[in-house]
C-alpha cells in the first residue's frame, strides 16, 4: 500500500484532533469529534449550572420573609442542639421552603442539564416514573430538613437559645436576612450545586476520569 494511503487509512480509524502531515503536506484533517462532542457537553453542563445558580438566588431572598415557627418546645431545643451552631426553639419555614424548591430545581436539573432531557420529562427518574419526584418531595425533602439540611443552612433564630441564659459555649447573636441570604445562597446553594455534579461523572470528559490503579500507574506522576 502507498505511505499515503496507508497513513489516511491510519487517520480514519484513529482520529486526533491533531493535522496528520506527510511529506510536510495534510494528509487529514478529521478533528476529534469525541472530543468536541465532550466538550459541547461541558460547555452545555456550566452553562445550564450558571443559569440554575442564578435562578436560585430568587427563592433564596423571598424566602426571607417567611416567618419562623417558634415552637416554644425546651425538648425541641435539646433534640435540635448542635453545639455552637444551633440552640433554638425556632423552625425556620423559609429554609424548608427554600429546601423544598432546591430539590425540585435539583431534580429538574439532573434530568435537564446533566441527561440533556434524554427522558423527555424533568420529572421522570430512570424507571421513566415520577414516583421518586414525589417521594423526593413528599417524603425526603422534610424528613431530611428536620434531621440534617436544617443544622446546614443558617436561619434568623439559630442561636437564640443561647439568649436566655449566659453561656460559655456560644453568645446570644440573631441573624439578620442578609446574613441569612449570603450564607445559605453563596454557601449552601453552591455546594448544592456543586453536589449535582457528580450524578454525571461518567458522562462527557469524566469518562476519563477513573480511580483505578491499573489506570492511574500509568499517569505521568
Excluded at 116 to 131: G, I, T
Aim: proline content about 3%; hydrophobic content about 40%.
Amino acid at each position: 500500500m502507498d505511505p499515503v494511503e496507508e497513513l489516511e487509512e491510519y487517520a480514519e480509524e484513529n482520529v486526533t484532533e491533531e493535522l496528520i502531515t506527510y511529506g510536510g503536506g495534510v494528509v487529514s484533517h478529521k478533528g476529534d469529534r469525541t472530543f468536541i462532542k465532550e466538550m459541547n457537553y461541558s460547555v452545555y453542563c456550566v452553562t445550564g449550572t450558571i443559569i440554575y445558580f442564578a435562578v436560585a438566588a430568587i427563592p433564596a431572598f423571598l424566602v426571607m420573609y417567611i416567618p419562623d415557627l417558634n415552637t416554644h418546645s425546651k425538648l425541641f431545643k435539646k433534640v435540635t442542639y448542635r453545639g455552637d451552631t444551633f440552640y433554638s426553639s425556632y423552625i425556620p419555614i423559609g429554609n424548608l421552603v427554600y429546601y423544598l424548591i432546591m430539590n425540585v430545581m435539583g431534580y429538574t436539573f439532573v434530568n435537564l442539564i446533566n441527561l440533556q432531557n434524554e427522558r423527555k420529562n424533568p420529572f421522570l427518574d430512570a424507571h421513566y416514573s415520577s414516583a421518586s419526584f414525589w417521594k423526593v418531595v413528599c417524603i425526603y425533602t422534610p424528613i431530611n430538613f428536620m434531621i440534617s439540611t436544617m443544622f446546614m443552612m443558617k436561619g434568623i433564630h439559630d442561636e437564640t437559645g443561647f439568649c436566655s441564659h449566659r453561656s460559655a459555649i456560644a453568645d446570644c447573636n440573631v441573624y439578620t436576612k442578609k446574613q441569612v441570604f449570603d450564607y445559605n445562597y453563596f454557601v449552601w446553594t453552591a455546594g448544592f450545586f456543586l453536589g449535582l455534579q457528580f450524578t454525571h461523572m461518567d458522562q462527557g470528559i469524566m469518562k476519563h476520569f477513573v480511580l483505578d490503579w491499573s489506570v492511574m500507574k500509568t499517569w505521568p506522576w
